[in-house]
């Protein structure tokens, strides 16, 4: 049974401080790595995505990516209230589409 | 300018009845799906279609039988609901088989 698996938190931090948040998978032919936020409420929507090692930045987001140890991760800079979500890490299986959601890290961003 | 949508938004409905959940997407891709989240949050694919053809089709009881009548539609129904399927129902839809969703606003079903 592939995994993706994620802390579910709740993470704290601070206003303006470095949120991250962690996700291990267990499928090595995994080719495309995903994480969703999602508000309470409300359905998930993408923030980034990255399909090879190595760093990829977008704002104040930033996914980084090792597939030798499996690892996927999303640094959020300057983290404000607003950024208070579940986030979720999905990771492509094969080449039928279908996406392996780990179980979300509740994210809060006390001012 | 919904781009995926999905009818009803709320479904509360007593066991053993039978209910649609209704899908629709107006982004012009190929692939559908319904994703089910139950109450921790974890979110897992029931099933996809790509170009009205079944693509996906995980371990879903039978009662649950999605129809797909155009690549535009995916509708799902339950027959015989049981208190376990009380969950949030999503549908989504994805340009192709290897692209990521984009999912509609859900349907939070209760089953009493």
């Known amino acids: 049974q592939k995994e993706v698996e994620q802390n579910s938190g709740p993470l704290s931090v601070p206003e303006g401080a470095i949120a991250s948040l962690n996700c291990t998978y267990s499928?090595?032919?995994?080719?495309?790595f995903f994480w969703y936020r999602q508000y309470s409420g409300k359905s998930p929507e993408l923030i980034m995505s990255?399909?090879?090692?190595g760093d990829k930045e977008d704002g104040r987001f930033t996914a980084q990516l090792n597939k030798a140890s499996q690892y996927v991760s999303l640094l959020i800079r300057d983290s404000q209230p607003s950024d208070s979500a579940t986030y979720l890490c999905?990771?492509?299986?094969?080449?039928?589409?279908?996406?392996?959601f780990g179980q979300g890290t509740e994210l809060s961003v006390k001012p | 300018d919904t781009a995926v949508s999905q009818t009803p938004k709320y479904l509360v409905t007593q066991m053993g009845n039978d209910k649609s959940i209704k899908c629709e997407q107006n982004l012009g891709h190929d692939t559908m799906y319904w994703y089910k989240q139950d109450s921790k949050k974890f979110l897992k694919i029931m099933f996809s279609?790509?170009?009205?053809?079944?693509?996906i089709n995980e371990t879903v009881p039978n009662r649950f039988s999605p129809k797909s009548p155009d690549k535009a539609h995916l509708n799902l129904h339950i027959n015989s609901l049981e208190l376990g399927d009380s969950a949030v129902y999503f549908c989504a839809s994805s340009q192709d088989n290897n692209h990521r969703p984009f999912f509609g606003q859900g349907t939070r079903l209760t089953v009493v």
């Open positions: 999905a990771v492509n299986e094969g080449t039928g589409g279908k996406l392996i």
């Open positions: 499928d090595r032919g995994s080719q495309s």
């Open positions: 279609y790509n170009n009205k053809e079944l693509i």
């Open positions: 990255i399909y090879s090692n």
